[in-house]
């Protein structure tokens, strides 16, 4: 193995390495140096430090990506060049995936980090100081593994490492019994979860003899069965995966602790099970679900005649659980008064939303397309998640409750924030300029196009999904009338901290950004999706890598990039290279 | 392998203390208890992990001890889940003086 080599490895794991050690530095610092001082100024002092490790982060998270453009050709901004991205790179054995598309992700969980740490640093609500900031920066490294895991004890082992912290993040504001309540919630509906999620995982291993989800994938197809109907053993684990998968991004039936958990749990924490922990579950559904499992989806292979598609598979089941999902989740919302309560309800909305565009990814021939389009509606959520939830963070330190009724007359105290509030919530409804919109509309548009196979049950979803949307409205109107119309009641909310201001801008930015100019990111988002549903080629190192083979890889794929770009060129005048994205990074990085 | 005891039966095995666990959940209302109940269904699929590994053929290019290296990450993973678990406990038990779950419902609606 050369040494250039163990660089390029040692590079993809880097931010994973650093972030976790600087959370042990974060930890003895609060038990050290700073072990009398009070807990106010710890917060201040921990919070910076932990900011600062998170902007360190986001630069060597930085310097993978452009190392893993380096070595895999440009194609992350370059959807033209995207049927040359197959193969791609694995570390250890092929547990863990280290490409161009986790490099990404990666970078889009430290940027949602930092603006979870800036709201954390907004006011004191908890002893623990150390543990918490520790916890946020651990739960992140186990977000960014879960993303990379390409194996089944891989993945459940980081799932289990994140949710773990976050039980007891929720738990940490020992001054409120609703944290507590929140916390075991969280617990005891979580790790019932998982245990079923696990002996879904065991069956699986049963039937396929390994845990490598490309391994999965070959036994299953190999093995010819199609379908869930008369197979009890594949039936019986699917549905016990789906049940860990379901919590996990809070879908229904599988929701009962999300409302609690969101409510209960202080804000900052809240944002981050609402933002981080959805995204990094979406990747890990998306990939078991169509990387692992494809051949369960329906009763005919991909590509085949479309009557067969009346045969049950998991195709059935998960959009039935998407429909009920997003109507269950709106109207439920409807009914709220509590801001952070009603947030809930509707980040399970959003998750039916993007199970529509799971399913366009399972039907559709480029499922690259359908499932970018997931993935770009997931990063535009998680920014605005976290932005919604910066301002329920300002009510708790200012009146110490999350009503929506507290935000009444904000327009005229603070019109600045207010009006990015109320952009916020326009992308969270959909509307046309707005990154939101761009979200449903790319997700919809794959669900319509995707084919022969499931038109029908997919038109009707998506039909469903546009009803919900404008239901949708009706709630997140009521935060923007709260705030203009009605006068405000007491005391009016004082100046929000920085951490909230900067949180509350930067993800205004990401949606009205992305919303104005979408392209950088779909593009991204499309060609990073693409090698994560196809593990199958991956180039592993330990086994079956040798330095030369790489290095005729590379070979090969420069001259196919170079005759491409020729081709372009002389087509027309040189194409619009779209510029890197990194939503978030520049303004976190200049402060 | 003539002698051994037949696979399915370590799978009916597995699936009743699966089953145990599961019922232990939805019924028992101590909060202890259902911790307990948590830790026999992770119990459950670390039988069917042993179980498919020691009868299964290993995949050529997966290592030869996968099950077993689930089994004891799991073990290691339900260790961890007991510690968080009974931490939560005792933070409810000091507030409302009492394990029961049902107990717990100053959130609702």
Redesign the interface.
Known sequence: MSQAFVNREFWFLAPEIFLTVWGLLVLIADFGPLRDVPAARRNRVLGMMSLAGAVITLFIGYMALMESVEMFGTEVFKPLALNLTQADYSLFSGTLAADSSTAFLNLVVVALLAMVIGISMSWNFTEHVGEYYSLLLWTAVAMMFLIAAEELLTLFLTLETMTLGLYMMAALEKSKRRSAEAGLKYFVYGSVSSALFLFGLSLIYGLTGTTTLAGIQAALSLGGSFGLQSNIAGATAFLLVMVGLGFKIAAVPFHQWAPDTYEGAPAPVTAWIAAGSKIASFVAMMKILLNALPSWSSGSPVGLAAENFSTPGWIGVVAVVSAVTMTYGNFAALAQKNFKRMLAYSSIAHAGYMLVGVLAAAVSIKKGQAAGAVLFYLVVYGFSTVGALAVAAWMARDKGTDEISDLNGLGRTSPMLAVCIVLLMLSLIGMPPLGGFFGKLYMFMEAMNSGERGRLTLQWLVMLGLFNSVVSAFYYVRVLKAMFLRPSEGEPLKPAASGVTWAIVISTLVAVGFGLYPEPLVETMRSSALPMLTSGSRITTNRDYDAERLKDYQKQRSEKIRDLREQLRKKDAGPAMAPPAKPGEGNLSSR | MNNDIPLSWF?IF?SAT?CI??LG?LVRRN?IA??MA?EI??N???I??L??WRY????P???PI??V??AI??IT?AA??VA??I???L??YR?WKAAD?DR?D????
């Not at chain 2, 299964?56 to 995949?59: F, H, K, R, V």
């Not at chain 2, 100053?106 to 609606?109: H, K």
Request: net charge negative.
């Open positions: 799978l597995a699966f666990g599961l959940v909060a259902v911790l948590i269904m992770l459950a699929a670390n069917n992990f179980a498919f299964g053929t290993p995949t290019g997966d290592g996968t099950g290296m689930m990450f799991v993973i961890a889940e968080v678990g931490g939560l406990i933070l409810c507030r779950v717990y100053s959130l609702a609606g």
